[in-house]
């Protein structure tokens, strides 16, 4: 077990990718991932279980059909299975995503965004 903590905003250094979640910490079968966003994301939804977003830095807004909920550094949100729902950043951010091992980051939309599911940093 190691001994030392993640320092996220640190472990940013080694991703340059957008869109492209990675790894950094798995608790039992949930992952922490970070993901640096910018532009928009395609329309997606995961049947079977929640997915957190948590902003680190930046801004995100996460819209959902008929509404949107926008976030700040330091701030979370969980959208819940079954919503659809797309991220759009308008200039980077960084997250910290927290879903269950094995979910596609595209859902079943599946697409050019999609990213490979559980890779690590």
Do not use: Y
């Not at 940013?12 to 790894?23: G, I």
């Amino acid at each position: 077990m190691p001994d030392t903590p993640i320092h996220l905003l640190q472990a940013f250094e080694r991703l340059r990718e957008t869109w492209s979640p990675r790894v950094v910490a798995q608790m039992n079968d949930v992952c922490f991932k970070i993901a640096r966003l910018q532009g928009e994301f395609t329309w997606h939804r995961h049947e079977d279980t929640d997915e957190a977003f948590l902003v680190l830095e930046g801004s995100l807004r996460i819209e959902l059909r008929g509404s949107h909920v926008e976030l700040a550094a330091g701030e979370l949100f969980v959208v819940p299975k079954g919503v659809e729902h797309r991220p759009v950043a308008r200039a980077e951010c960084k997250v910290l995503l927290v879903e269950p091992q094995g979910v596609v980051n595209t859902g079943g939309a599946g697409g050019e965004q999609t990213a490979p599911v559980d890779k690590w940093l």
